[in-house]
C-alpha cells in the first residue's frame, strides 16, 4: 500500500517538469505565392457551324400544273383510284393572285 501513494506523487512530479519544460515555439509558413485572375464576361461568343440536309418525312411524286398548297388530301398511299378521281384539294389564294397579275399586265 506505501507504493501507491509514491506512484501517485511521482507521476504528478514527471507531469510538472514536462509542464516546465519550454517547448519550441512553432513558426509559421511563410505565405506562399498564388496567381490570380479576374472574371470578365466575354464578348466573343462561339459559333458552331453544321452542316446537314432537311427533307420530307412524305414525298410525292404528283406534279401539279398550278402553284399552291394542298389543303386536302382525299387518298392514301397504296390506295386503288379510278381515272378522274379527285387526289387533292389546292389553296386558291395562290392561284387567284396569280391570275390578277397577269390580268393586269395586259
Keep these: ?3 501507491r501513494p ?7 512530479g514527471t ?3 514536462a509542464g516546465c519544460q519550454k517547448q519550441a515555439e512553432i513558426q509559421p509558413e511563410p505565405p506562399r505565392p498564388v496567381k490570380t485572375a479576374a472574371v470578365t464576361a466575354s464578348a466573343e461568343t462561339r ?3 453544321l452542316s446537314g440536309s432537311v427533307k420530307a ?4 411524286a404528283l406534279g401539279f400544273r398550278v402553284a399552291g398548297k394542298i389543303i386536302d388530301r382525299k387518298v392514301d398511299i397504296g390506295q386503288r383510284i379510278a381515272q378522274g378521281e379527285v ?3 389546292l389553296d386558291t389564294v395562290d392561284l387567284n393572285l ?9
Design 1 to 3: 500500500m506505501l507504493y
Design 6 to 12: 509514491l506512484l501517485a506523487l511521482s507521476l504528478v
Design 15 to 17: 507531469l510538472c517538469v
Design 47 to 49: 459559333a458552331i457551324v
Design 57 to 60: 418525312r412524305v414525298e410525292s
Design 87 to 89: 387526289l387533292a384539294r
Design 98 to 106: 396569280s391570275l390578277r397579275t397577269r390580268q393586269c399586265r395586259c
